[in-house]
C-alpha cells in the first residue's frame, strides 16, 4: 500500500526557535500571577531560608558545640541547634507541600486556559484551513500538545525560580565561607552549559519530528476509523495494518533517538557535579591541613555544594523539558497564527433581520487559483422564491452555497443579501439566519430532542415535537426506545441514513432561517422517505428564499426558477416547464434520468 501523509508542519523542523513564543506561552500564566508570587515567596521566605541555614547550624555544631578549639563542647548548644534543625526540615517540608499543591492548581487552569483558546482558534478558521489538514492533525495539536507542556507549566515555572533563587543564594554563601574553595568548586559550571547548548538544537529537532510523526499517526487511525466500512468491504485490513505498522516502527524509532538525546544532560551534569565534589575534597583537605578552614566549614561546604547540585540538575531537566515543550510551543502557535482565510472586517455590522433578496454580482471564484470552480455568475433571486441548482459533478452547485454562506470568500464580484455585501457583516449574524442541509448530515453524540434542537438551543420541548412532526419525523422518533430522549452514538450511526436526514430537515425547520439551502439533502433517502419529504417541503419553504441542489430531479420540479450550470457558467434557467420546451442541459439531464429509472 503506497501512501503518504503530507503536512505544512513539517516545514517547523527547518525553521529556528523562536523564543518569544516561549514568552507568549509564559503569557498564559501572567493572570495567575499572584498566586505565582505567592507560591515563590512562600519557597523562597521558608523553604530556601531552611535549606541555607541548616548546613550553617551543623557547622556551628561541630566547631563550637562538638569540637570547639577553645575548650570543651557544649550538650545545651547542639541540643538547640538540632532542635532548630528540626524545626527547619518541618519548615522546608510544609513549604514543599504548599509549593506542589498550588503549582499543580495554577499549572492546569494555565493549560485549561491554553486549551480553551486554541479551540475557539481552530473555530474561527475558515474551511481552506480544514481542507489541507486531517482531522487527526488537528486532534493531535488539541490534546497531545498541549499535555506535553503541562509538566513545565505546572511545575517548571515556579521552581526554576525558586531554584534560581536557591542557587543565588548558595553561590554568595560558598563565596562568603571560603571565596577562592567556592570559586575552585564552581568553575565546573561553564563547561557544563556549554556541552549542555551543544545539543539544545540537535534535542529540539528529534522531538519536533516525533510530534510530527504522533501526528500522522493520530490522523492515519481517524481515517482508518472512519473509513473502517470501506476496508472492510474490500478486505484492505493487511494493507492498513501493514502501513500503520511502517509508521508505528517509524515513530518508535523517532522516539527512542530524541529520547537517547535527552538522557545526556544527566550524565553531564553528574560528571561536573563528580569534578565538583572532587575539587572540593582535595582543595578542602588541605585547607584545613593549613589552619585556614574548620572542618565545620567543610562539612557545611559538601553540604552546600550538595545542595548547590540539585537545583542545576533541576534546571538542567527543565531546560530538558523546555527543548520537549519547544516543539509543541511552535505548533499550538503555528494554529493560532493561523488567520482565517474569510476574515470579518473590524467595522463589521450586525446582519440585520433578513427578508431573503439574494444576488450575485459577476462571481468568479477557485479552491485552486489556477482552476475556477465558478466564472462570471450573475444571478438575482427574490425573497421567498425557491431556486434549484442543477448540473454534473462539479459544475458548481455547492461552491455557490459555500459563498452564499460565507464558508470561501469570492475571487472577483460580490454576494449581496438584501442588498448588503456579506462581507460587510459579522458571520455569526449572516449563518445565524441561514438554514442548510447536507447529503451527509451530521449527527451529535447526545439524545434525538438535542440534535434538533441544535438549530436553536432555547426551543421548547413543544417546539422540538412541532419541527420533528412537520418533517414526517415523529413517528419513527417514538418507535425509538426512548422516543426523544433516545441516546444517538457518534454520528448517528443507529439511525439509518432516512432518519438522519429527517432529524436534519427537522433540525433546519426549528431554527427558522430566512434563507434555507438543501444541498442534496434527499440524496440519500428512500422512495417512501422522499415521498414524506416531498409533503413536508412546502411547510418548510414556506415564506423563505431557498436554494436547493440536487442531482434527483423528481424534487425540484415546483422551484419557482432553476439555474443549470456547467464547468462554473451558468448555461440555463427558467422553470421546469419553460426548460423542457426546448433543447439543452436541463431537458438532456432529465431524458437521461427517466432513461434510467425505466432501465
Known sequence: MSRQFVYQDDELIAKPFNWTQMGRLLGYVRPYRKGVAKVVFVMTAFGMISRLAIPLLMSIAIDRAIRPKDGPGSVSLLLWLVAGMLFLYGLRWWAQHYTIHHTNVIGQKVIFDLRSALFKHIQSLSFRFFDKRPAGSVLVRVTNDVNS????????????????????????????????????????????????SSLRKRIRHAWQVVRIKQSRINAHLNESIQGMRVTQAFAQEKENMSFFDGMNKSNIRSWNRASALNQTFGPVIEVTSAIGTLILILYGSYLIQSGIMTVGVLVAFVSYVGSFWEPITRLGMMYSQVLISMSS???????????????????????????????????????????????????????????????????????????????????????????????????????????????????????????????????????????????????????????????????????????????????????????????????????????????????????????????????????????????????????????????????????????????
Open 149 to 196: 507542556l503541562q509538566d513545565m507549566l505546572s511545575n517548571g515555572v515556579v521552581n526554576s525560580v525558586i531554584d534560581i533563587a536557591q542557587l543565588t543564594g548558595i553561590t554568595i554563601i560558598l563565596l562568603a565561607l571560603n571565596f577562592k574553595l567556592g570559586l575552585a568548586v564552581m568553575i565546573t559550571v561553564p563547561i557544563m552549559f556549554v556541552v549542555s
Open 329 to 599: 510551543t511552535e505548533r499550538i502557535f503555528e494554529f493560532m497564527d493561523e488567520k482565517p482565510a474569510v476574515p470579518e472586517k473590524e467595522n463589521a455590522q450586525r446582519m440585520p433581520d433578513i427578508r431573503g433578496d439574494v444576488r450575485l454580482e459577476n462571481i468568479t471564484f477557485g479552491y485552486e487559483l489556477d482552476r475556477p470552480a465558478l466564472k462570471g455568475i450573475d444571478l438575482d433571486v427574490k425573497a421567498g422564491m425557491s431556486v434549484a441548482l442543477v448540473g454534473h459533478t462539479g459544475s458548481g452547485k455547492s461552491t455557490i452555497i459555500n459563498l452564499l454562506c460565507r464558508f470561501y470568500d469570492t475571487i472577483e464580484g460580490r454576494v449581496m443579501v438584501d442588498g448588503i455585501d456579506v462581507r460587510d457583516v459579522t458571520l455569526e449574524s449572516l449563518r445565524s439566519q441561514i438554514g442548510i442541509v447536507l447529503q451527509d448530515t451530521f449527527i451529535f453524540s447526545g439524545t434525538i430532542r438535542d440534535n434538533i434542537r441544535y438549530g436553536r438551543p432555547d426551543a421548547t420541548d413543544a417546539e422540538v415535537e412541532a419541527a420533528a412532526r412537520s418533517v414526517r419525523a415523529h413517528d419513527f422518533i417514538m418507535h425509538l426506545p426512548d422516543g426523544y430522549d433516545t441516546e444517538v452514538q457518534e454520528r448517528g450511526n443507529a439511525l439509518s441514513v432516512g432518519q438522519r436526514q429527517l432529524i436534519s430537515f427537522a433540525r433546519a425547520l426549528l431554527a427558522d432561517p430566512k434563507i434555507l439551502i438543501l444541498d442534496e439533502a434527499t440524496a440519500s433517502i428512500d422512495t417512501e422517505t422522499e415521498l414524506r419529504i416531498q409533503e413536508a417541503l412546502g411547510t418548510l419553504l414556506e415564506g423563505r428564499t431557498s436554494f436547493i441542489v440536487a442531482h434527483r430531479l423528481s424534487t425540484i420540479r415546483n422551484a419557482d426558477r432553476i439555474i443549470v450550470l456547467d464547468h462554473g457558467v451558468i448555461v440555463e434557467e427558467g422553470n421546469h416547464e419553460e426548460l423542457m420546451k426546448r433543447p439543452g442541459h436541463y431537458r438532456n439531464l432529465v431524458d437521461a434520468q427517466y432513461r434510467f429509472l425505466s432501465a
